[in-house]
Nanobody, 117 residues
Framework: QVQLVESGGGLVQAGGSLRLSCEASGQTSSNYAMGWFRQAPGKERERVASISRSGDNTDYTDSVNGRFTISRDNTKKTVNLQMNRLNPEHTAVYYC??????????WGQGIQDIVSS
């Protein structure tokens, strides 16, 4: 199994930035592609960004492309999400997860980000 713990959330004003980190433990996390998801109040959880096992390939949902950057450090077993030019629509609980085969199998507990106007 893999355990994932998110950190770095909080309150930020519109236009500001936040950097989320996800630290993995357990089975070698570098074996998995990783992703960041978010769930805004009253909405379904959606994938925000994902990154391949090597870190060479990344993918973003259209709404965050150019604002958010996903990266990973396999030596530290961390996956990061740099979020810039935030606005209140980015307020959500953010989760990291890893991809086992075709399923997002292991999830962190989530971390709250609030962007004030």
């Amino acid at each position: 199994q893999v355990q994932l713990v998110e950190s770095g959330g909080g309150l930020v004003q519109a236009g500001g930035s936040l950097r989320l980190s996800c630290e993995a433990s357990g089975q070698t996390s570098s074996n998995y592609a990783m992703g960041w998801f978010r769930q805004a109040p009253g909405k379904e959880r959606e994938r925000v960004a994902s990154i391949s096992r090597s870190g060479d390939n990344t993918d973003y949902t259209d709404s965050v492309n150019g604002r958010f950057t996903i990266s990973r450090d396999n030596t530290k077993k961390t996956v990061n999400l740099q979020m810039n030019r935030l606005n209140p629509e980015h307020t959500a609980v953010y989760y990291c997860a890893n991809l086992c085969g075709t399923s997002w199998s292991f999830w962190g507990q989530g971390i709250q980000d609030i962007v004030s106007s």
